[in-house]
């Protein structure tokens, strides 16, 4: 199969206006997630709306494509960037611009998701572990999702899904494998022309999770499962924490 990675950025961030160009131990942020996925995909873009962001992609080497500066989703965005593009590419894989330490595991497992050919789009799941604060399950900010048993997503919630009965919270991480959602998303080509056709649909709204548009709509999304846990820079305070973790790396 023919795999094309997209990483969407935008210049304008509420919480941290100019990210993708913010610096992270002499590279930018969208440098190290561009490079980290080159490591597995062949065909790989940055698309943006901003200039400063395409000039910056170009000049460490990498390829970009503009797109329009209306677009309310990254998943529309790179709908846009595909078609752009051109090529005969059987799936596309929205890489999120806000994780450089995206592990090539995790994108080769969501790469395999569609040898089984009824996967219509792709994500992962990383199991929590007994050895976890309760508090990292609560966090209405980090997803969580259940799935059948062919592995293939039920439902995504803010929520704590499932609900244990009769047994203290305190306990419940020993109860059941509760599932993490790591926001890395994969597409067949037609099928992602035809969700970002879909208006929003009212689970959607209520969660605030783009993903369950396409769940109420009937999408089959596969889930492959990892164990690598990644850190998403979503604040300038997070990227203080990135920074800290490459020195410790180092």
């Not at 090529?87 to 790469?111: K, L, M, R, W, Y």
């Not at 789009?121 to 062919?150: M, V, W, Y």
């Not at 820079?233 to 990227?239: A, F, G, K, R, V």
Request: net charge negative; charged share 30%.
């Amino acid at each position: 199969m023919k795999f094309i990675g997209i990483i969407p950025a935008r210049y304008a961030s509420t919480r941290f206006p100019g990210k993708p160009l913010a610096m992270l131990d002499g590279k930018t942020i969208i440098q190290r997630v561009y490079e980290q996925t080159s490591k597995v995909l062949e065909n790989v873009y940055v698309a943006t709306d901003d200039d400063r962001i395409f000039n910056a992609v170009e000049g460490f080497g990498g390829k970009a494509v503009m797109t329009s500066a209306c677009h309310k989703s990254g998943t529309d965005r790179i709908e846009e960037a595909v078609k752009k593009i051109g090529g005969d590419f059987d799936v596309v894989i929205n890489i999120q611009g806000d994780e450089p330490f995206i592990h090539a595991t995790q994108i080769e497992t969501v790469c395999r998701c569609f040898e089984d050919g009824d996967t219509q789009i792709a994500t992962l799941g990383k199991p929590f572990t007994e050895k976890q604060d309760f508090a990292d399950l609560e966090n209405p900010n980090s997803p969580k999702l259940i799935t059948d048993n062919n592995g293939y997503a039920m439902y995504f919630s803010r929520s704590i899904i499932p609900y244990i009965r009769n047994v203290e919270k305190a306990e419940w991480l020993g109860k059941f494998p509760f599932l993490k959602h790591i926001g890395l998303y994969a597409y067949r080509t037609k099928v992602l022309e035809e969700i970002t056709r879909l208006p929003q649909s009212s689970l959607e709204i209520a969660e605030s999770l783009e993903q369950l548009r396409w769940l109420q709509n009937g999408y089959r999304i596969k889930v492959g499962l990892t164990d690598v846990e990644t850190i998403g820079i979503d604040t300038p305070e997070d990227l203080e924490k990135a920074k800290e973790f490459l020195n410790r790396r180092k």
